[in-house]
């Protein structure tokens, strides 16, 4: 395997110095084949540096910029299926939600006892230090007002799983982090369309109630359904017996709706009450999902370790289609949302890292705490951009935030991790 990745690499390395004598020697019909050709040999040839083995997935994210945009129109429809439609996006995230909810416990949210100021700390900064920095570059940049809005989507919404890999290889403080990550989460169906209200309302249309549903359905459905499956895992064979009550309950309403109770509600109902029974319809899927899966888990285990991979793929989907729906504005305005996302990015990483070293927390938790700010929910803005109907515009941010901040979170959490391996050393060798 190790030899075939080796050769892989300098295939890919080959393949793109012919498109660098390609661009000097004016030869346009080999370039775009060999540069896709050449980005996909080096993703996979990469794993055989040791040094570079933590970078597989941020090339993969790379190779779906560019793949989208060499060959938009090849990753926009399919026959008749549209690729960008709202539906596929919405299940696409939803199951890059529950794969990620796999490696959660429902003992993460044990750490709020124990580390209340971490905790609190954590989440003030990360519900005010980024969305506010995403609105003031919004002015300064001058963005068109989707684009504009994209930029404070992806700021105000929770941190990803991302950051908990960060704050291991940094070695911090994993409890604070898998906390902070489970309460914002929580958090976001409220927080997120608040300030998207607040701050992007004159950009876009926010409706306040539809966005806290999206985000139930996009976030907390499927992550429920994962921390359901931790609770039958787990759980006590009474209590497994109760969860089996609420299964039998759930399932039963699923029944009922699609045997013609919904079309009843959908006559004798307004719009709004519809909307909170469709959230209704998905929570008690996630119940019959966590249930299920605990099930096929116990047939076969293997699933379990191919649930991340398979999250990872969902992502590498969704930059895909965003790159190629959003390829016009990547190509005038591609350069200068980057930038805002280096700044938006790095002004998590120091004012988080600073507003904790202000209120006293430890070094550890200091450094917890700006890699839980500066590193956000790439899929839920992604998620909201699809079912918003404006993947192109509002959801161009998160495309390119989301290579940006894997590569800036690894390089920061290994330095923090070498600065840490050092200091330890030297207490050693002193004492």
Request: hydrophobic letters at 55%; aromatic letters at 10%.
């Amino acid at each position: 395997m190790r030899s075939l990745q080796r050769t892989a690499l300098w295939l890919g390395l080959i393949s793109f110095v012919i498109v660098i004598l390609s661009l000097l020697l004016n030869i346009e019909e080999v370039r775009s084949p060999l540069t896709v050709i050449g980005a996909v040999l080096i993703a996979y040839g990469i794993g055989s540096v040791e040094a570079l083995k933590s970078y597989r997935y941020t090339v993969w994210i790379i190779v779906a910029i560019v793949c989208g945009i060499i060959y938009p129109s090849a990753f926009l429809k399919w026959g008749d299926l549209d690729l960008r439609n709202k539906w596929l996006i919405l299940t696409v995230v939803q199951v890059v939600m529950f794969g990620m909810g796999t490696q959660m416990s429902l003992k993460d949210f044990t750490g709020i006892k124990t580390m209340g100021k971490g905790v609190l700390v954590g989440i003030i900064a990360q519900f005010s230090i980024m969305p506010l920095s995403a609105y003031m570059l919004t002015r300064v940049l001058n963005f068109e007002p989707e684009i504009a809005a994209g930029i404070i989507l992806i700021g105000s919404c929770s941190s990803g799983l991302a950051s908990n890999v960060m704050v291991y290889l940094a070695k911090a403080n994993l409890a604070l982090s898998v906390t902070l990550t489970a309460v914002a989460t929580l958090l976001a169906p409220i927080m997120t369309p608040f300030w998207m209200k607040m701050l992007a309302g004159t950009y876009v249309h926010v409706d306040f109630i539809n966005m806290s549903m999206e985000i139930v359905k996009i976030v907390i459905v499927p992550i429920g359904a994962a921390l359901l499956f931790d609770a039958y895992k787990h759980s006590s064979v009474r209590l497994r017996q109760k969860l089996n009550v609420g299964f039998f309950i759930a399932t039963g309403w699923l029944i009922i709706n699609v045997l013609g109770f919904w079309d009843f509600m959908s006559s004798h109902l307004s719009g709004d009450w519809m909307r909170f029974a469709e959230v209704l319809n998905y929570l008690c899927g996630a119940v019959v999902v966590g249930k299920l899966y605990y099930h096929l888990i116990q047939i076969l285990p293997v699933v379990s370790s191919f649930m991340p991979k398979l999250s990872m793929f969902g992502i590498i989907y969704f930059t895909l289609v965003t790159t190629a729906a959003s390829r016009e504005y990547i190509l005038s305005v591609g350069a200068l949302v980057l930038l805002a996302c280096i700044f938006h990015n790095s002004l998590g990483y120091t004012l988080g890292y600073w507003f904790s070293r202000a209120l006293r927390l430890d070094e550890d938790s200091c450094r917890t705490v700006a890699l839980e700010v500066g590193l956000q929910n790439g899929g839920m803005a992604t998620g909201l951009a699809g079912v918003m109907g404006k993947l192109a515009t509002v959801g161009l941010a998160a495309a390119i935030f989301s290579p940006w901040m894997n590569i800036s979170g690894s390089i920061l959490a290994n330095y923090w991790r070498k600065k840490k391996e050092k200091g330890d050393l030297n207490t050693t060798s002193d004492n």
